[in-house]
């Protein structure tokens, strides 16, 4: 397992990159509903907030496994989020 502190860039950077592409999907297609891309826009915020929350939680007792368990949902998040900004 990498250290605390990169799994905490990885949350951030792409949790960040879906956010980015909700923008810049509004952006170049006009016709999407920016209600849509503010709710996806919203549940990554949230899951954000949930998977440092996580992170930080000191009263694991076994961290190793704790890691690689938020890092695995931070892949199924991220990947749900893409499909429904691919879906817009």
Do not use: W
């Amino acid at each position: 397992m990498a250290s605390v502190r990169n799994l905490k860039k990885d949350i951030n950077y792409v949790l960040g990159d879906v956010i980015e592409e909700c923008y810049l999907k509004e952006m170049l297609n006009p016709e999407v509903d920016s209600k849509k891309v503010q709710a996806i826009v919203d549940e990554a915020i949230e899951s954000f907030d949930s998977l440092i929350e996580r992170v930080n939680d000191k009263k694991v007792e076994k961290k190793s496994a704790h890691y690689k368990a938020v890092q695995t949902d931070l892949e199924t998040v991220a990947g749900k989020l893409l499909d429904k900004v691919n879906k817009l």
